[in-house]
């Protein structure tokens, strides 16, 4: 199983993450989330096999988020427009996050993590 992991290196929770899957000896392509972010296509489909709304997808105690007040704004933007604007900066993406062929995990709870 190929697993992608999309992380920002400073990210405290980021690194917590990637010691996790290095001491439970887990391969892994790392992707610097901030220099190579996300497409609205990858999105899309993340979310598919995430389970989860789309709203979750976005790092809401980022700088960037709040400088923006999206917190007002996301209720009042289509999805497209949503995963538009994801694709356009990673700050605005919660991570960590883990990609494989089946499923996707955003955020780091070790409990989902040790299930998958």
């Known amino acids: 199983m190929s697993i992608l992991f999309l ?34 296509e990858e999105l899309k489909e993340w979310r598919q096999k995430s389970g989860l709304p789309l709203k979750k997808f976005f790092n809401t105690s980022g700088q960037l988020y709040k400088s923006m007040n999206l917190k007002e704004k996301l209720p009042h933007m289509s999805e497209e427009e949503q995963y538009a604007l994801l694709a356009t900066d990673g700050m605005l993406v919660k991570r960590p996050i883990i990609v494989t062929d089946t499923k996707v995990l955003v955020g780091f709870k070790e409990s989902e993590w040790e299930k998958l």
């Open 7 to 40: 992380q920002y290196p400073p990210c405290s929770t980021c690194q917590k993450a990637k010691k996790w899957l290095d001491s439970h000896g887990v391969s892994y392509e790392a992707r610097h989330i901030k220099e190579q972010n996300p497409t609205a």
